[in-house]
C-alpha cells in the first residue's frame, strides 16, 4: 500500500510541477541534520515550491492526507528547530525558492521580503537605497527571512533596534488549514483583536508558514566606529555601559561582553587573528557606535566617550578601530567563539536570558556555582549585555575532543544534569531559557519542566486550536504531534 507521505509526494508534482519536488537522497541529505550536528531526521521528500500558492496548496494536501510538514529556511537553528523527526513521518517543506524581494521602499523605510530571501542579500539589497536592515547575526550567509521571524531572531544590535519582534511590520502566512492570511499591511494602528503577525513570530513554524514578511529600515549609519575595552568585571562593563548610554543618546548598537579566557581560545584556535589590546584583561567589551549625518565622525565620538571612562577606573584600557578592515577583524573575533570553543573540545551551550541588571551576577555566580557542582568543568559566559542575553556555556575538561565515545558519555552524564542546573539557575533569577535561538526540540522538556501550568495551558490551546491535527513542525516547541492536543 502506498504511503501517505507518497502519495502527497505525487499530488504536489501533479500540482506544482518536477522543481517543486526533491527526492534523490543525495540532494535531501545534507537538509536532515542541524546545524550543530546533534539531531538527525529522515525525510521521503524535500517540496519546495516558489510561490505562497504553492505553499497553500501543499499545507492543504498535507492536512488531507495526515502527513506533518516541517517548514525549513536555511536550517540554521540552533536547537534543532529545522530537523524532520527520525522516523521519517514528516516532509521537509523548504522555502528556499521563495527569494524575492516584492516591494523596497526607502521612503517609507519598508521591505517586503519572502521567506527565502537570504539575510545577507537583504542587506546588499537595502545597503543599494541607502537603507539597512538592522539585524545581523553569525549565519547571515545562509539564514532566512522565514526562519528569522519563526525564531524571532535576535543577534548583536537589539539593544539599538530590538528582536525580530520589533521589526516585523507584517505578515504573510499560510495558516495549517492551507488558508492564506495577508497580514503584510505595515498599519501602526489594528485593533481587531488577536495579533496574528505577533502570534506567529517565534512560533517555529508550529502554526502555519511564513511566507513573506513586510520589515522596518533605517538609514544606512553616516559613520561607525568600532571598539575593544578592557573592564574588571561585568559589574564594571555594565557600569560603562550605562555612562556610555547617557552620554551618546542611541549612538550605541552593539556591546558585547568576553570573558578574556574565551578571547585566549579564538587566539589560539583561528587563523589570522590577533588581540586588538596590548596585554590580557579578564573582561572584554566589543562596542559599535554609529552616528547620523551631521554628526562627528564617529571615531572621534567614540574616543571621546572613552576617555573619562578610562580615567574614572570604569575602563582598563580601550582601542577604536582605525579603518574598516581593522574593525571587520575585530568583528570576527566575536563572530568566532562558537568556532573556537568546538575547537577545544565538547562545550554545553546554554542560549539565556535574565534582567539586564542582573546579568552581571548571573554570570558570576552561576559559573562559580556549576563549577562546584560538577568538578572539573569549565563554566564561561559572553553575550549582549545591553539585552540580557547570556550564551553560557559549560565546557569539558581538557582531553576529550579527540575521544568522541568518551564526550559523548560526558554530555549525557555530566553536561545535562548540569544544563538542568544552569536553567534552574535562570528562571530563578527571573530569566527566560531561550533568549533568541528559540525552543525546537533541545529545549523542549526543559520548557515543559520549568513553565507555569498557565503558560503551558495557554500554548496547548493556542496550538490546539490553529493546528488540531498537530500536523505544523511536530515535535518542537511543545513536543510531539499529540501534545497539541493535550487538556
Known amino acids: 500500500m502506498t504511503s501517505p507521505q507518497t502519495r502527497l509526494v505525487d499530488a504536489v508534482r501533479a500540482l506544482l510541477g518536477p522543481k517543486a519536488v526533491i527526492t534523490d537522497p543525495t540532494d535531501i541529505a545534507p537538509w536532515l541534520d542541524d546545524w550543530r550536528g546533534r539531531y538527525h531526521g529522515a525525510s521521503a521528500a524535500i517540496l519546495s515550491p516558489d510561490s505562497t500558492a504553492g505553499v497553500a496548496g501543499i499545507v492543504r494536501l498535507a492536512g488531507d492526507l495526515g502527513v506533518s510538514l516541517v517548514p525549513q529556511g536555511g536550517n540554521t537553528s540552533m536547537v534543532g528547530g529545522a530537523t524532520p523527526p527520525a522516523d521519517g513521518s514528516a516532509v521537509i517543506l523548504s522555502l528556499r525558492r521563495m527569494n524575492r524581494l516584492r516591494r523596497m521602499d526607502a521612503n517609507a523605510a519598508l521591505v517586503v521580503a519572502e521567506a527565502g530571501v537570504i539575510l545577507a542579500d537583504l542587506h546588499a539589497a537595502a545597503e543599494a537605497e541607502g537603507m539597512r536592515f538592522p539585524l545581523t547575526l553569525g549565519a547571515r550567509g545562509s539564514a532566512t527571512v522565514g526562519g528569522l521571524v519563526s525564531t524571532n531572531a535576535g543577534g548583536t544590535q537589539v539593544l539599538r533596534f530590538g528582536t525580530m519582534r520589533a521589526l516585523v511590520a507584517g505578515l504573510e502566512i499560510v495558516l495549517p488549514d492551507g488558508q492564506v492570511q495577508d497580514g503584510l499591511a505595515p498599519l501602526r494602528k489594528d485593533n481587531r483583536g488577536y495579533d496574528l503577525t505577533q502570534l506567529l513570530i517565534g512560533a517555529e513554524g508550529t502554526l502555519g508558514v511564513v511566507t513573506a514578511a513586510t520589515l522596518r529600515l533605517v538609514p544606512i549609519a553616516a559613520d561607525r566606529a568600532t571598539g575593544w575595552i578592557a573592564v574588571d568585571s561585568p559589574h564594571a562593563a555594565l557600569a560603562l555601559l550605562r555612562v556610555l548610554e547617557r552620554r551618546s543618546g542611541d549612538a550605541i548598537e552593539s556591546f558585547e561582553l568576553v570573558p578574556g579566557e574565551i578571547m585566549d ?61 581593522q574593525a571587520i577583524a575585530f568583528w570576527r573575533l566575536r563572530d568566532s567563539i562558537s568556532e573556537a570553543e568546538r575547537a577545544e573540545g565538547p562545550t554545553i551551550a546554554h542560549d539565556i536570558s535574565v534582567p539586564v541588571d542582573a546579568m552581571p551576577d548571573f554570570m558570576v555566580s552561576a559559573a562559580a556555582a556549576v563549577e562546584a557542582a560538577y568538578p572539573g568543568v569549565h563554566a564561561t559566559g559572553f553575550g549582549h549585555l545591553g539585552d540580557g542575553n547570556v550564551h553560557f556555556h559549560v565546557n569539558a575538561p581538557a582531553g576529550l575532543q579527540h575521544d568522541r565515545a568518551a564526550a559523548e558519555r560526558w554530555r549525557q552524564d555530566v553536561g545535562a544534569p548540569a544544563s538542568r542546573m544552569v536553567y534552574d539557575l535562570v528562571v530563578a533569577a527571573g530569566g527566560s531559557i531561550s533568549a533568541e535561538h528559540g525552543i525546537g526540540q533541545m529545549k523542549r522538556d526543559e520548557l515543559a519542566r520549568l513553565s507555569s501550568p498557565a503558560r503551558l495551558a495557554a500554548l496547548h490551546a493556542i496550538k490546539a486550536g490553529l493546528d488540531p491535527q498537530g500536523l505544523m513542525n511536530p515535535g518542537k516547541l511543545l513536543g510531539l504531534a499529540e501534545s497539541a492536543r493535550a487538556p
Open 265 to 325: 581560545l579564538v587566539l589560539k584556535h583561528i587563523p589570522a587573528t590577533r588581540a586588538p589590546l596590548d596585554g590580557r584583561y579578564p573582561w572584554l567589551v566589543l562596542i559599535e557606535y554609529a552616528t547620523a549625518q551631521g554628526q562627528p565622525p564617529a571615531r572621534d565620538s567614540l574616543e571621546t566617550l572613552l576617555g573619562p571612562a578610562l580615567s574614572d577606573g570604569l575602563a582598563r584600557d580601550a582601542v577604536v578601530a582605525a579603518s574598516e578592515a
